[in-house]
């Protein structure tokens, strides 16, 4: 399977890519070129992912991975912001958290699940990633369910939106401290290692600090790639009439999220379904707890703060999507059926965004 | 117990009950004959999916007791769905669904709560069995949403119905396919049995081929006499000014899952829970995942598609039944609190579906 | 730490709220009086609940604590249905409710988890706890969605608040008499009371009998310093500006609650968060399951039935308070980020509020 990741066709698809979007060649073929190049920079991404992981330890691996997969997003979503385009940022952030919980979720536990009859992770970490989410949903929901039932000033809803963000950043942080200091070893990984790292063929061909170096370059070459793809997008769905909120929620969101989709499926086929959850529920939390409000204190700095109400469609989603996944995760164990559940889910509100 | 099940007895209430159906006597003596009649017809039914249990196991018994269970309503539905009374169809799926969750479920549980401290079953099936209710409802309740918020034509309304109710369909085959085939052992119940099934009392007294043939031909009895009873309800509620749709959710909903009440309690007092839970759970989940999609579809080819949009109040009942019973079922453990719990908010449902 | 709680400053305190606030003394003075004399009341409190703990186990000391602790409110609150002040009265049972879900408990699992890294309770409890949690918000939830869905009469609206009122009574006092006595030993706390139980330090310097009479010495002396100290909160907040929904739902229930905080805190900072979770949850559920069904009887005696419909707002923080706790508690183990997650979300609450 890595064989076909050849350092040559990797570096032959993102050049022609690059050409092709700085030359505006026509756009259904920077399209075909771009999503070429995704494929093989994914694979790269997938890989030093999976070599850092190997050093790192799965928790650490999947958060970085997350954190440089919703680089790429928050890079996207700062200038939406500078353009005061709030409805695109909210929808591109919905569409990125579903398509984290579900899809690339789903598509890990499914894969993972057809190679091996159970998956394990950290109990622990699963009832408190749940809880995470559930915040998550709360801290959008409650602003919404006020503003839609009393009449609020607009400077009483941006103050709400602010002090919600500042209390998610800080709980963010708090749990960053909390899973990387205080607890790491609480929340460690089931140790179904010791059965599986025998074979040396799971040796990394990567030094350490190659195996970091190369992470964050694929982490930049896939934020380029992405951009690139989302650039072709808009005038493709136009010419297929397709709504704002559909491409913004799924189209650009799964495109976006390739490094996450790439990396967690390989991980869960390498029964290392920690680090898959770590990167599909952490990129979510991420963007939930970290992005989102971060580009609400962006926002307040140009002088037109964007609230944080979401639409009741983006927040059913959003909730349903928790819902969900925490229910599916909770035990820590995963079958391939809870993959497909995941995935039934992600059609449901495909299938609904798309006919809005 | 077993002594008044007896052959004559049953035979005779039920041709009673038929004589009084088909020569149409008074609506009131009709109500009382197929009253008894069912009692005897599900106290038969309950011995045949315990005998057959015993050969199959508890899973497989209650899945075959709820399929069975759910044939009846299946039946009289298509005949509602012929005549166009959506409306009927969706209450009377809505109560099947509530009254398996909270007052089949509620009832064994009380019941086998009283005789053992604690009852125990597979916790992973639990946390399945959970997951796949809340996919359950998302179903419902994402296409009710989207209809509410949005103006969406009747074409898309019927679109979005079918392909919700296709991915439910896949859902459940491939539940029977994960269930039956490929994580059957994952499943299994905890064995008490072993303690349980040492005296020759619990040795049925049918061969496995007669228990069969027995529950085939119980459950037929039962799909007869819950019709003729229901067919008395109609002109009685009139009679004493029930709404429609507490007749519809309430009273057709009971009787009609008459078979799923006797046999599931009398298995929870045998201290055979898992297989009440699965009995009871199971058949919710057939409805909402079966039975409902499938009259969908069967719908469309009437060229008159039912969607599969309920209405507020169903979709609360139906809600928060799952949201209690999961929290119930989901440690794998029972006791007779956990039971009459479940029956104090099917109460709260009841009253406020008959005030209504 | 104890020896603070010295019995003359007790005193001395007590009697200066007491004659400022019997001489009618300046509002400002009375507030600074009495809050100074809730510190050392809720200390006492919290010593004789710990000593009764000792003797009763932690968790009859739990409840015994809560109920005490829920005295004072019953006892304003039925002051305020006599003078038919309804939406006060359920701006304050809600308060109670998110005050003790959120504050006191995530106080609780904040301070007990700075010193131990993780605490453990019982988890069969911490089910059954959720449970009983779900069934008071679907209790409160269901008849607002019907009453807001259909037109009922205010003859139909009392009617359904009285039953659901009695289904909520008798399920609690059920629960009385399954956690008090069919199943007492199937919800005792986790021993780890046999590491830490041994140096002599932990035995209480009170007899059984002092301890329970101090424990209801303390518990009137906090209803009364309680009652002085929201006497002196109108005039106060009026002077700020305050809504009334603020000041019911979050400083009066912050205040009433005096007592559940200290105690609560004191015993998970002793690692007995078995305890503290029984007075915060425990609390909030007697509060939704007897205090306020009770309190729609009481006004039903008045001639002008409370009906049990809160605002949309009540019912989301009491939804949202209930999630997140059930979320965080149901794997009976706790840490300092858990109890972090749950002020967060109070701290949204309390600003959503503040700004309504």
Do not use: C
Not at 56 to 64: K, V
Not at 92 to 102: A, D, Q, Y
Not at 170 to 192: C, N, P, Q, R
Not at 237 to 266: K, Y
Request: glycine share 8%; net charge negative.
């Amino acid at each position: 399977m890595k064989k076909w990741i050849s350092p040559s066709l990797l570096a032959i698809t993102f050049v022609l890519s690059a050409i092709g979007h700085y030359a505006n060649w026509d756009h259904t073929l920077q399209f075909v070129l771009s999503a070429i190049a995704v494929v093989f920079v994914a694979g790269f991404l997938g890989r030093a992912t999976e070599s850092v992981a190997h050093y790192a330890g799965q928790r650490l691996g999947g958060f970085l991975n997350a954190t440089f997969g919703n680089a790429a997003e928050l890079i996207i979503a700062f200038f939406l912001v500078r353009e005061g385009l709030y409805d695109m940022v909210k929808a591109s952030l919905t569409g990125s958290i579903i398509g984290n919980l579900l899809l690339v979720l789903g598509l890990s536990i499914f894969a993972g699940g057809l190679k091996y009859k159970v998956q394990n992770f950290n109990v622990t970490l699963a009832g408190l990633n749940g809880s995470l989410m559930i915040v998550g949903v709360i801290a959008l929901f409650v602003p919404a369910v006020f503003l839609n039932t009393h009449s609020i000033t607009e400077l009483e809803t941006d103050t709400l939106s602010l002090v919600v963000a500042g209390v998610l950043i800080i709980s963010y942080l708090a749990w960053l401290g909390f899973s990387m200091i205080t607890h790491k070893k609480y929340l460690d990984d089931v140790t179904e290692d010791k059965e599986e790292e025998l074979p040396n063929e799971h040796a990394p061909s990567w030094s350490k600090g190659k195996s970091i170096l190369y992470l964050i370059l694929a982490t930049v070459m896939v934020a380029f790639v992405s951009e690139w793809l989302v650039g072709t997008l808009e005038s493709l769905t136009e010419r297929f009439g397709l709504s704002e909120l559909f491409v913004g929620a799924f189209l650009v969101a799964i495109i976006g999220n390739a490094a996450e989709h790439s990396a967690a499926i390989l991980l869960a086929m390498k029964n290392k379904i920690g680090a898959a959850v770590e990167i599909a529920v952490g990129s979510s939390l991420q963007i939930a707890l970290f992005v989102a409000p971060v580009l609400i204190f962006a926002s307040y700095f140009t002088g037109n703060t964007m609230d944080i109400v979401f639409t009741t469609i983006e927040l059913v989603a959003i909730g349903v999507a928790v819902f969900i996944a925490k229910s599916i995760t909770q035990d820590g164990a995963t079958n391939w059926y809870e993959g497909l559940l995941l995935l039934a889910v992600y059609i449901i509100l495909g299938v609904s965004f798309f006919l809005v």
